[in-house]
């Protein structure tokens, strides 16, 4: 079948669409045992901290100083920050389906995302994401965070976009209502076999 696609931007979340989640409550858990944690005394450290490191304005070896080696551990941070990195899996089926979608329609492909930038730039490298994608959008490039509309607002001017041509894919719906809320066509991520959707939104007959 032939489909025929209107001129539209496709703006992406990473983590819970292409890629699994990284450094969330349970990564954070699954940290105890290895490296003899307690996870709760990380925990009342990791939110404050969080917000800064992911906005860029905190470096992930400050970030650790704070969160994790506040005190004596029996291990590094070159340790810890690689297990961090590497706590991160491909959405295979979606990676798929998003290369297949761009090689056959004239898109614009922009990725945004709540990471800190060692993070973020690692799993764009590892996962080779700069073959498909047009320009990276992340909150420790711009220092906003996804639910702020300026996030939303700055990607529509950096695309030269009108917001009703582009369409938002998020697996939270809060930021789903948000990007909506500003005009942008979006859908809540499941799997990827709610691809469906994403073609019939995108005007796909």
Known sequence: MK???????????????????????KSRQLADE????????MEDRHPVKKKTQIKGKLVLSDYLNRVVFFKKRSLN??????????????????????????????????V?????????????????????VDFFISSCFVHYRKPNTDIFCLALDLELVPAEQAVYIDDLKMFV?????????SIQHKNHLSAPEVLATLGLN
């Open 112 to 132: 945004f995302d709540n990471e800190g930038r060692v993070i973020n730039e690692y799993r764009i490298k590892k996962f080779q994401l700069t073959q498909f």
């Open 177 to 185: 209502d948000v990007a909506k809320s500003l005009g942008i066509r």
């Open 34 to 41: 290895p490296f003899n944690l307690n996870s709760d005394e």
């Open 77 to 110: 941070s070159d340790q810890f920050r690689e297990y961090m990195v590497t706590q991160t899996t491909p959405n295979v089926d979606m990676v798929k389906f998003i290369q297949q979608l761009n090689a056959q329609h004239t898109l614009k492909i922009a």
């Open 3 to 25: 489909y025929i696609i209107p001129d539209s931007t496709l703006f992406l979340d990473i983590g819970g669409v292409m890629l699994s989640n990284v450094w969330r409550h």
